[in-house]
C-alpha cells in the first residue's frame, strides 16, 4: 500500500465529514436552543434534495442555486412545523417530544414516498467545479463542491449563533428561559429562529445530497440516524463537537469501507461502535455538558 | 397508586379468551392480524417496563433480533431449547446493554440504545457461518407453522408478559421504579438500590422483548437482518405505548390494537407504499390531542363522570 491509495479515500471521507457536518450541525443547533431531538431532521434534508432535483431537471435550475431555493423553502417549511405543532407541545414528557418528531418523520418519509415512489434517482447535471488531480489522488469536482459549500454552511452556523443578535437571542433563551422572559425576550421567537436556521442548513444539506448520493425518501432517515450518533459524539448541543463527530465518523467509515473486506455492507453500524467508545469514556460526548435535569 | 394483582385476573382472563376466541372462531386474515397484534403488545410491554425507570429507549429492535436470531441459530434441539436460547441470550445482551449506559442521561441514554439496535447488524453480518449472514436463517416453526396455535402461544406469552408488568407497577417496584424516574438523585439517598433496580428493568424489558422476537421468528420460520434489525421494531413499541397509555399494563395493549387496525385500513385504502402515512399522522394527532395516552383520556373521562355523580349526590 502506498500513501496515494491511503490519501484518496482520506479526502473523499473529508468531503464526506463535510456533508455530515452540514446535517449535524443544524441539528444539534436545534437541539442546543430548544432541547428537542429533531427526529425529522434528516427528513428535511431529504426534502432539500428532491426540491433540487426536481428544480434541475424540470426547470434546469443548476443546484448551486437550487439549493439555496430549497433551504428558503426548508425554513419556510420548519417555521410552519415550529409554530403549528412543536411550540404546544415543550411543556410536555421528553418521550412525547421525542415521539412527536418521530411521527413527523414518518409522516414526511411515507408522504414522499407516496408522492415521488421510493425509487433512488440518481442527478445528472455537469460537474460545478472541475475535477481536482492532486497526483494520483483525484477528487471529483461534486464532492469538492460539497466540501466547500458544507464548510461554508459550517461556519457561516458559528458566526451567526457567536456573533449575532440572533445568536445572542438564541444562547440566552436557551440557557436559561425563565431569566430570558423577565428580561423582555421572546423565547418562543428564539425557538422559532433555531428551527427556521436548523431548517435552512437541511435545506443546504438537501442540496449538497442531491449532488453526491441516489435522492430516495429514505435518504433523509439514513443521513439523520448518522447525524444523531455525530452530535452525541461531539456533545449534544455543541456545534464544534458537530464538526469533530462529522471527521472522526466519516474518517473511520472511510477507512473500514476501504480496507476491511465487506466492510462497505455495515452501514451505520461503525457509527454507534464509535459512539459506544466515546461514551465510555466521556458519558456526554467529546464536547457536550451535563444535562440538567 | 400500585397495583393489586388480584384484582387484575379479569383483565388476564379477557387477554386470554380474546386471544383463544380468535384463534378457534376467526378467518386466516383475522389470525394473523392478531398475531401482528401479539408480537408489537409483547414488545410494547417489554418497552414500557423500562421506561417506567425513566429510560426511554429506542433500541428494542435490537432485543427483538436478538431473541430471534438466537432462536434460529439454536432451531435444532428440542422446540424449548429456541426460546431458553433467545429468551435467556436477550436477558443477558440486556444486563450488559444497562450496564454500558448507565451512566448516560436521557437523550444519550436514546441515542446510544438507538445505536445498539443498528449496529446489532454488523456481527450478523461478520458471523455469516452461523447467522447466515445477509442472506438469512431459517428458525424452527413455532407449533409446527399452524396459526391458529401459534396465536394461542402468542396469547399465553402475552398473559405472562402482562402478569410481569402488573408486578412491575405493584407496591414492590412501583415507588422505586418511580423515584429512579423522577429524581434518580434523590433515589439512592433514600436507600434505593438504583443499579441493580436499573438492570432488573433491563433484564425484564429484555426477557420480554426477546420472547417477542423468538415468536415472530418462528411464525413464518425465515428472518434476514434488515427484517428483524429494523428501525421500526424500535418505533413501534414507542409509539403504541404513547398512544395507549405509558406506565399501565392496559395502555400499551389498547395502542397496540388501535394502530394495527388503522394500519390495516390504511393498507386497504393507500396500498403497499406510504400507508405507513397515517402512523405518523395518527402519532402527531394524539401528541397533539391526548398527551396521556388512550388509556389516561379514558380515566379523565371516568373520572370526570364519578365526580359529577358525588357532586349531584350531594345536595
Given at each position: 500500500?502506498?500513501f496515494?491509495?491511503?490519501?484518496?479515500?482520506?479526502?473523499?471521507?473529508?468531503?464526506?465529514?463535510?456533508?455530515?457536518a452540514?446535517v449535524?450541525?443544524?441539528?444539534?443547533l436545534e437541539f442546543?436552543?430548544?432541547?428537542?431531538v429533531?427526529?425529522?431532521?434528516?427528513?428535511?434534508?431529504?426534502l432539500?434534495?428532491?426540491?433540487t432535483?426536481?428544480?434541475a431537471?424540470?426547470?434546469?435550475?443548476s443546484?448551486?442555486?437550487?439549493m439555496?431555493?430549497?433551504?428558503?423553502?426548508?425554513g419556510?417549511?420548519?417555521?410552519?412545523?415550529?409554530?403549528?405543532?412543536?411550540a404546544?407541545?415543550?411543556?410536555?414528557?421528553q418521550h412525547n417530544?421525542?415521539?412527536?418528531?418521530?411521527?413527523?418523520?414518518?409522516?414526511?418519509?411515507?408522504?414522499?414516498?407516496?408522492?415521488w415512489?421510493?425509487?433512488?434517482?440518481?442527478?445528472h447535471?455537469?460537474?460545478?467545479?472541475?475535477t481536482?488531480?492532486?497526483g494520483?489522488?483525484?477528487?471529483?469536482?461534486n464532492?469538492?463542491?460539497?466540501a466547500?459549500?458544507?464548510?461554508?454552511?459550517?461556519?457561516a452556523?458559528?458566526y451567526v449563533?457567536?456573533?449575532s443578535?440572533?445568536g445572542?437571542?438564541?444562547?440566552?433563551?436557551?440557557?436559561d428561559?425563565?431569566?430570558?422572559?423577565y428580561?423582555g425576550?421572546?423565547?418562543?421567537?428564539?425557538f422559532?429562529?433555531?428551527?427556521?436556521?436548523?431548517?435552512?442548513?437541511?435545506?443546504?444539506?438537501?442540496?449538497?445530497?442531491?449532488?453526491?448520493l441516489?435522492?430516495?425518501?429514505?435518504?433523509?432517515?439514513?443521513?439523520?440516524?448518522?447525524?444523531?450518533a455525530?452530535?452525541?459524539?461531539?456533545g449534544l448541543?455543541?456545534?464544534?463537537?458537530?464538526?469533530i463527530?462529522?471527521?472522526?465518523?466519516?474518517?473511520v467509515?472511510g477507512?473500514?469501507?476501504?480496507?476491511?473486506?465487506?466492510?462497505?455492507?455495515?452501514?451505520?453500524?461503525?457509527a454507534?461502535v464509535?459512539l459506544?467508545?466515546?461514551?465510555?469514556?466521556?458519558?456526554?460526548?467529546?464536547?457536550?455538558?451535563?444535562l440538567?435535569? | 397508586?400500585?397495583?393489586?394483582?388480584?384484582?387484575?385476573?379479569?383483565?388476564?382472563?379477557?387477554?386470554g379468551?380474546l386471544?383463544?376466541?380468535?384463534?378457534?372462531?376467526?378467518?386466516p386474515?383475522?389470525?394473523?392480524?392478531?398475531?401482528?397484534v401479539?408480537?408489537?403488545?409483547?414488545?410494547?410491554?417489554?418497552?414500557?417496563v423500562?421506561?417506567?425507570?425513566?429510560?426511554v429507549?429506542?433500541?428494542?429492535?435490537?432485543?427483538?433480533?436478538?431473541?430471534?436470531?438466537?432462536?434460529a441459530?439454536?432451531?435444532?434441539f428440542?422446540?424449548?431449547?429456541?426460546?431458553?436460547?433467545g429468551?435467556?441470550?436477550?436477558?443477558?445482551?440486556?444486563?450488559?446493554?444497562?450496564?454500558?449506559?448507565?451512566?448516560?442521561?436521557?437523550?444519550?441514554?436514546?441515542?446510544?440504545?438507538?445505536?445498539?439496535?443498528?449496529?446489532?447488524?454488523?456481527?450478523?453480518?461478520?458471523f455469516?457461518g452461523?447467522?447466515?449472514?445477509?442472506?438469512?436463517?431459517?428458525?424452527?416453526?413455532?407449533?409446527?407453522?399452524?396459526?391458529?396455535?401459534?396465536?394461542?402461544?402468542g396469547?399465553a406469552?402475552?398473559?405472562i408478559?402482562?402478569?410481569?408488568?402488573?408486578?412491575?407497577?405493584?407496591?414492590w417496584?412501583?415507588?422505586a421504579?418511580?423515584?429512579?424516574?423522577?429524581?434518580p438523585?434523590?433515589?439512592?439517598s433514600?436507600?434505593?438500590?438504583?443499579?441493580?433496580?436499573?438492570l432488573l428493568a433491563?433484564?425484564?424489558?429484555?426477557?420480554?422483548g426477546?420472547?417477542?422476537?423468538v415468536l415472530y421468528?418462528?411464525?413464518?420460520?425465515?428472518?434476514?437482518?434488515?427484517?428483524?434489525?429494523?428501525?421500526?421494531?424500535?418505533?413501534?413499541?414507542?409509539?403504541?405505548?404513547?398512544?395507549?397509555?405509558?406506565?399501565?399494563?392496559?395502555g400499551?395493549?389498547?395502542?397496540?390494537?388501535?394502530?394495527?387496525?388503522?394500519?390495516?385500513?390504511?393498507r386497504?385504502?393507500?396500498g403497499?407504499?406510504?400507508?405507513?402515512?397515517v402512523?405518523?399522522?395518527v402519532?402527531?394527532f394524539f401528541?397533539?390531542?391526548?398527551?396521556?395516552?388512550?388509556?389516561?383520556?379514558l380515566r379523565?373521562?371516568?373520572?370526570?363522570?364519578?365526580?359529577?355523580?358525588?357532586?349531584?349526590d350531594?345536595?
Amino acid at each position: 500500500m502506498d500513501f496515494a491509495t491511503l490519501l484518496q479515500p482520506l479526502l473523499l471521507s473529508l468531503a464526506a465529514a463535510s456533508l455530515y457536518a452540514a446535517v449535524a450541525s443544524g441539528l444539534t443547533l436545534e437541539f442546543g436552543v430548544v432541547k428537542i431531538v429533531n427526529f425529522a431532521h434528516g427528513d428535511f434534508v431529504m426534502l432539500g434534495a428532491f426540491v433540487t432535483y426536481f428544480l434541475a431537471t424540470r426547470y434546469g435550475i443548476s443546484p448551486a442555486l437550487g439549493m439555496f431555493i430549497a433551504a428558503l423553502l426548508m425554513g419556510a417549511l420548519s417555521a410552519l412545523v415550529y409554530y403549528g405543532f412543536l411550540a404546544r407541545i415543550l411543556k410536555q414528557d421528553q418521550h412525547n417530544q421525542l415521539l412527536a418528531t418521530l411521527g413527523l418523520s414518518i409522516l414526511i418519509v411515507n408522504t414522499a414516498a407516496i408522492l415521488w415512489t421510493p425509487d433512488a434517482r440518481a442527478l445528472h447535471v455537469p460537474e460545478i467545479l472541475p475535477t481536482l488531480h492532486l497526483g494520483r489522488v483525484t477528487i471529483p469536482g461534486n464532492n469538492l463542491f460539497v466540501a466547500l459549500v458544507g464548510v461554508c454552511l459550517y461556519l457561516a452556523l458559528l458566526y451567526v449563533l457567536n456573533y449575532s443578535r440572533w445568536g445572542t437571542l438564541m444562547r440566552l433563551a436557551s440557557d436559561d428561559p425563565e431569566l430570558a422572559t423577565y428580561s423582555g425576550l421572546d423565547v418562543n421567537k428564539a425557538f422559532a429562529l433555531a428551527f427556521i436556521i436548523g431548517g435552512f442548513s437541511a435545506g443546504i444539506a438537501g442540496g449538497l445530497v442531491s449532488l453526491v448520493l441516489y435522492v430516495q425518501p429514505l435518504v433523509g432517515i439514513d443521513l439523520g440516524i448518522r447525524a444523531f450518533a455525530i452530535i452525541a459524539l461531539g456533545g449534544l448541543g455543541s456545534v464544534p463537537g458537530a464538526m469533530i463527530g462529522a471527521v472522526v465518523l466519516s474518517i473511520v467509515e472511510g477507512i473500514v469501507n476501504a480496507f476491511v473486506p465487506g466492510g462497505g455492507s455495515w452501514g451505520y453500524g461503525i457509527a454507534f461502535v464509535v459512539l459506544i467508545a466515546v461514551f465510555l469514556v466521556r458519558p456526554y460526548g467529546l464536547f457536550g455538558k451535563e444535562l440538567r435535569s | 397508586m400500585s397495583t393489586k394483582i388480584v384484582w387484575r385476573l379479569p383483565v388476564y382472563l379477557a387477554i386470554g379468551l380474546l386471544g383463544g376466541g380468535f384463534a378457534y372462531w376467526a378467518d386466516p386474515y383475522l389470525i394473523q392480524i392478531a398475531l401482528g397484534v401479539v408480537v408489537a403488545a409483547l414488545l410494547a410491554l417489554s418497552w414500557d417496563v423500562l421506561s417506567r425507570c425513566g429510560q426511554v429507549s429506542l433500541g428494542h429492535a435490537g432485543f427483538f433480533g436478538i431473541g430471534a436470531y438466537f432462536s434460529a441459530m439454536f432451531a435444532e434441539f428440542h422446540p424449548a431449547i429456541p426460546w431458553i436460547a433467545g429468551i435467556g441470550a436477550c436477558a443477558i445482551a440486556a444486563a450488559l446493554l444497562g450496564m454500558l449506559t448507565l451512566r448516560l442521561q436521557r437523550v444519550y441514554f436514546t441515542i446510544a440504545t438507538l445505536g445498539f439496535a443498528l449496529a446489532l447488524q454488523v456481527p450478523v453480518l461478520i458471523f455469516d457461518g452461523w447467522t447466515g449472514g445477509a442472506g438469512g436463517i431459517a428458525p424452527a416453526l413455532v407449533a409446527g407453522g399452524d396459526p391458529a396455535a401459534q396465536l394461542l402461544v402468542g396469547t399465553a406469552l402475552l398473559v405472562i408478559a402482562a402478569v410481569i408488568s402488573d408486578v412491575v407497577l405493584s407496591a414492590w417496584f412501583r415507588p422505586a421504579f418511580f423515584m429512579i424516574r423522577t429524581k434518580p438523585e434523590l433515589a439512592a439517598s433514600s436507600g434505593v438500590p438504583v443499579v441493580r433496580t436499573k438492570l432488573l428493568a433491563f433484564v425484564m424489558s429484555g426477557a420480554l422483548g426477546g420472547a417477542a422476537g423468538v415468536l415472530y421468528a418462528g411464525l413464518y420460520g425465515y428472518i434476514v437482518p434488515g427484517d428483524v434489525f429494523n428501525l421500526n421494531w424500535s418505533v413501534l413499541p414507542l409509539a403504541v405505548t404513547i398512544l395507549g397509555g405509558m406506565d399501565t399494563t392496559l395502555g400499551p395493549l389498547l395502542g397496540t390494537i388501535v394502530l394495527r387496525l388503522l394500519e390495516e385500513v390504511a393498507r386497504a385504502y393507500i396500498g403497499g407504499v406510504g400507508y405507513q402515512v397515517v402512523y405518523g399522522g395518527v402519532i402527531i394527532f394524539f401528541i397533539a390531542v391526548m398527551p396521556t395516552g388512550l388509556y389516561g383520556f379514558l380515566r379523565g373521562i371516568v373520572m370526570r363522570l364519578r365526580s359529577d355523580a358525588t357532586k349531584a349526590d350531594k345536595p
